[in-house]
């Protein structure tokens, strides 16, 4: 096989890093100063965009080091019976293209992750080099979030973590039995270890020794993870119930939802159960309100019927049509957590409301000024100037928000 250059590898290891969903890119037009006219560039091989601890939107360097891989799992597109195009960075090669990428602006950081080669450990091995080569050698002060790799030896993912701003590990699906059947190769048991001493790394580092002085600082950006989903049968309620438990457990900044999508010779993945990219994104909802509005699973959940959220309505929505004897609520007297269920009114919405009617009553025209999304909420509110009237039991309510049904194709 022909000696892939430089350029080549970059072009095949920074599409199968799309796959990663713990570092997603955002959408924007494609620019370049490549001509010659202007200075730098929006879109290139590599460049994701994703937000950083303190909420800043930043550019990384987002890459496998090889899409080489000694697994077999059924959902991965680069599982070694896939008959991908295969490439492989050196350790030089990623540090090399992070700090040319860094000094000419076009990043600020590096997202890095990677199939498995030779043993967990080896490429364990090769990632914590280059996260020790970019910090040590080069003084390098950006981003680096490390996918790491379970299996690998305890001290390499405590070497990963003082290296590293975030570390995440996946734990591929949403169930144990999943993982057996899909990814027999890999272990829950041994998943969840790996990321219980993520977070006991993390808290021993948080205290000051008897000295007063502070330790190293492990992996200060938390850790995530991520799993598929719609690649076995697990409900959504299944789904959300093991995010809840990760968060809890280990502390986690994130779950990421990645909706699987049917790859060449997958035959023991079943079909898919739902249309997969709105499933991940109603998931999305539903995890912002678990974490965020005081839900629970249940609640969530239980608007419908099998155990899976409703695709054509978002998750909060869905739960207030199925209990409309809770609405409507009046603005001016309604709890914190009451207000928070209202369809239409998010947390900064929430918080302004409570601010203001301290000192006056609130009227329509004030919510729309404080970012309420009116079309959602006026059925599941009363303001002095509003009454929603026989609209909030209205047979038709949910007809005015989900979408008309469409023709499908033939083709």
Same mark, same amino acid.
């Given at each position: ?22 570092? +997603? ?8 100063? %490549?001509?010659?006219?202007? =200075? ?53 090669? &990623? &540090? ?12 600020? @950081? ?17 990632? &914590? ?47 144990? *039995? ?20 993520? #977070? =006991?790394?993390?808290? *021993? ?11 190293? #600082? ?87 019927? @099998? ?10 929505? *869905? ?20 207000? =928070?269920?209202?369809?239409?009114? @998010?947390?900064?919405? &929430? @918080? ?7 000192? %006056? ?7 729309? #000024? ?7 909420? #006026? ?19 949910? +007809?005015?928000? *989900? ?6 194709? =033939?083709?």
């Amino acid at each position: 096989m022909a000696r892939l250059t430089l350029d080549e590898k970059l072009a095949i290891l920074s599409d199968a890093a799309k796959y990663d969903a713990s570092c +997603a890119s955002s959408g924007g037009a494609k620019r370049d100063s %490549r001509d010659g006219k202007g =200075l730098g560039s929006v879109t290139g091989s590599g460049i994701c965009h994703a937000y950083a601890p303190d909420g800043r939107c930043i550019s990384l360097l987002k890459i496998l080091m090889t899409n080489f891989c000694i697994y077999d799992c059924a959902y991965c597109v680069n599982r070694v019976s896939s008959n991908v195009t295969r490439a492989r960075f050196s350790v030089e090669e &990623v &540090v090399s293209l992070t700090l040319e990428f860094y000094r000419r602006n076009y990043i600020e @950081g590096l997202f890095l992750s990677s199939g498995i080669i030779r043993s967990p450990d080896d490429t364990m091995g090769d990632m &914590v080099r280059i996260a020790r080569t970019l910090r040590e050698d080069h003084g390098f002060r950006g981003y680096i979030h490390l996918k790491t790799i379970p299996d690998a030896a305890p001290e390499l993912i405590e070497q990963a973590g003082l290296y590293a701003d975030r570390l995440s590990i996946n734990v591929e699906l949403p169930t144990d *039995a999943g993982v057996k059947t899909l990814a027999p190769e890999k272990s829950p048991d041994q998943i969840r270890r790996t990321m219980a001493d993520v #977070r =006991l790394n993390r808290d *021993a580092r948080c205290d000051k020794s008897h000295r007063g002085k502070r330790p190293p #600082r492990f992996a200060p950006a938390g850790q995530s993870t991520q799993m598929i989903v719609g690649a076995d049968a697990a409900t959504d309620t299944d789904i959300l119930t093991t995010s809840t438990r990760l968060y809890s457990s280990y502390r986690l900044s994130r779950v990421y939802y990645s909706a699987f999508s049917p790859i060449p010779d997958s035959s023991q993945v079943l079909p898919l159960i739902k249309p997969p990219l709105m499933r991940e994104h109603r998931l999305y909802q539903a995890d912002w309100l678990l974490r965020f509005y005081g839900f629970d699973v249940g609640e969530i959940t239980g608007a419908t019927q @099998g155990g899976n959220l409703d695709l054509a309505i978002d998750p909060k929505l *869905a739960w207030a049509l199925a209990n409309r004897h809770h609405f409507p609520v009046d603005v001016n007297r309604a709890g914190r957590e009451m207000l =928070l269920r209202v369809p239409g009114l @998010g947390a900064k919405t &929430v @918080g302004r409301i409570l601010a203001t009617r301290r000192h %006056r009553t609130i009227r329509y025209g004030d919510l729309m #000024r404080m970012g309420a999304r009116l079309t959602h909420a #006026r059925p599941f509110l009363t303001l002095p100037d509003w009454s929603p009237g026989g609209l909030t039991d209205s047979a038709g309510l949910r +007809a005015r928000f *989900a979408p008309p049904p469409e023709q499908l194709s =033939l083709l």
